[in-house]
């Protein structure tokens, strides 16, 4: 007990920096603060929390779907409603961290490791702890990192266990994670594992009606998914989305890449330390012939590399003829079962431990332990994304309110764009925004937009592609900007040959553009510069322009 309170401290003390430093904090930008930050609280503001399937939104894109911002029953969701951003941030990677501690650690005792001995008591302990610490996707919740208390609880019910924590895991996870993002592969993967327990055994029927329970459970609390995914008539901005372009060869590098390395929404952190261990181990088992014995070992190393192989060959241009025959599957990532890894790599690296204790010395597995939680510690926000503006500079709350201030008329009056910064920053500022980054929005929207950025698109091949081929980021993109949208007040660059058909932004309603950078030829754009605004506590320098009616480029 004193090894798991000395884990559980470490877990606390991760959070700490969020509410000691606040605002100054440093954290993830990139499906975070560009967007999911900013739609908790717009969503907050909106008054349509508890809105209809129907309703709209309309500080984006002249009314973006309610059901773009998801289910109200949704934990995070109500940490944002109830606190300020930041220390909303800060309780959600601690509740997060604190419940995937809890699971990894129960889950390894109950089902996986069980030996008594001091030595398997520190590898519990610490793969837990090291699990915990792997820098998750904050809006994802325990998406991933509660699939270990998830199954702790399952297996649990399949052996016969009808305890009533068991029950409760399974009702209050949902409430606290996302289906698409997570749940819904575990689940499916679960239901597969009950199919082929009970051909070669026998069905296990609580184990069955605890997967409907619990997947019954994300269906009624996402029901604005379901809503939008069955019943939804107006085509989406997911409906142009395109996956299957790789090549044969660059599928298979992407397979390596992603087991060597992993993926952002779900960085393992298991480059460095985690996989040569169960490199060693493998050669271990397979050097004393232990196949039997460790089954679950090899089993988990080839589905490790497995579900690698599946994430990046759904991109393979080989499915476009299921793609064409069933749309479907363009307008769901299948290739997220991949967000299976981490429970699976942090119970290979368990297992690996044991094994390396067995074989040699147990000093071997505190080294390696160690090592994993100094990974883990070096991958910390604060440290990671330290040259990155901080949540304060990112969002520029009192930049943004001399802006609103000089233009001095009401928000809801006006709608603007963003150049050279995520448009998350004027939406968190109260400004009603043309431009955004949501998952799914009205197709026809977006084909309304697109003409504004049509000649822009035309400049730049790479441009055309993601947006005409995906679109989630309905930006004002420059060519000579290319995929980067954050130009600091530190930056030199300018903008020279803008072309934007601002006959169709003036039509829409867009009167000013906060740009970045400054823009040579805004005269050839009818854009007007009104002034330029600075503040000690932004990272950007804002150049605000007027769009002006008339012709356009």
Excluded at 55 to 69: C, D, F, S
Excluded at 147 to 152: C, E, F, N, V
Excluded at 372 to 397: G, W
Aim: with cysteine.
């Amino acid at each position: 007990m004193k090894l798991f309170a000395f884990g559980m401290m470490i877990v606390c003390l991760h959070a700490l920096p969020y509410f000691l430093l606040g605002e100054d904090a440093h954290m993830r930008v990139h499906d975070n603060l560009d967007s999911n930050i900013a739609w908790y609280r717009v969503l907050a503001r909106s008054g349509e929390l508890f809105g209809s399937v129907h309703a709209t939104i309309p500080q984006v894109i002249n009314g973006l779907p309610r059901n773009a911002y998801g289910t109200e029953f949704s934990g995070i969701v109500w940490l944002h409603a109830l606190f300020p951003s930041v220390y909303a941030y800060g309780l959600s990677q601690l509740l997060t961290r604190v419940f995937a501690f809890i699971g990894m650690y129960m889950l390894l005792k109950t089902h996986v490791l069980k030996e008594r001995e001091a030595t398997a008591e520190w590898i519990r302990v610490g793969v837990a702890l090291t699990f915990a610490l792997t820098p998750f996707w904050p809006s994802g919740m325990l998406s991933t990192l509660g699939m270990p208390l998830a199954l702790w609880a399952l297996l649990n019910i399949r052996a016969g266990d009808r305890s009533w924590k068991n029950y409760v895991v399974l009702t209050l996870l949902p409430l606290y994670s996302s289906f698409v993002l997570g749940f819904f592969f575990f689940l499916s993967a679960m239901f597969l594992f009950w199919i082929v327990d009970a051909w070669r055994r026998r069905p296990n029927m609580p184990l069955l009606l605890a997967l409907v329970y619990m997947t019954a459970l994300y269906l009624a609390i996402e029901y604005r998914l379901v809503h939008s995914f069955l019943f939804a008539t107006e085509p989406t901005s997911r409906d142009e989305y395109f996956h299957a372009r790789l090549s044969l060869w660059r599928s298979l590098r992407l397979t390596l890449k992603n087991y060597i390395f992993g993926h952002t929404h779900v960085m393992t952190i298991h480059t460095l330390v985690i996989l040569p261990v169960t490199f060693i181990a493998l050669y271990i088992v397979w050097k004393r012939k232990w196949w039997r014995n460790e089954r679950l070992f090899w089993q988990l190393h080839v589905l490790n590399f497995i579900l690698s192989l599946w994430y990046a060959f759904w991109f393979y241009k080989g499915w476009l003829p299921a793609t064409e025959a069933f749309p479907f599957l363009d307008r769901f990532n299948f290739a997220r079962y991949h967000f299976l890894r981490p429970m699976i790599i942090y119970v290979l690296f368990a297992l690996s431990l044991r094994i390396i204790w067995r074989a040699w010395d147990r000093r071997i597995v505190s080294f390696a332990l160690f090592a994993q939680l100094v990974v883990a510690l070096l991958f910390h926000e604060q440290i990671v994304y330290r040259d990155k503006p901080t949540f304060r500079a990112f969002y520029a709350e009192k930049q943004f309110q001399d802006i609103q201030q000089y233009i001095g008329k009401p928000v809801h009056t006006y709608r603007v764009v963003s150049i050279g910064i995520h448009p998350a920053i004027a939406q968190y500022n109260g400004f009603y925004t043309l431009d955004t980054y949501n998952n799914f929005y009205p197709l026809s929207y977006k084909h309304q937009f697109r003409q504004i950025i049509a000649s822009e698109l035309n400049k730049n091949k790479k441009l055309k592609e993601y947006f005409d081929e995906w679109g989630g980021r309905c930006y004002i993109f420059v060519a000579e900007l290319g995929k980067k949208y954050m130009f600091t007040k530190r930056s030199n660059k300018r903008i020279h040959h803008l072309q934007l058909h601002t006959d169709v932004l003036y039509d829409m309603g867009g009167r000013y553009v906060f740009s970045a950078l400054p823009i040579n030829n805004a005269k050839d754009n009818q854009l007007k510069l009104l002034r330029t605004f600075h503040h000690k506590e932004s990272a950007w320098t804002i150049y605000l322009y007027e769009v002006e009616g008339g012709k356009t480029t």
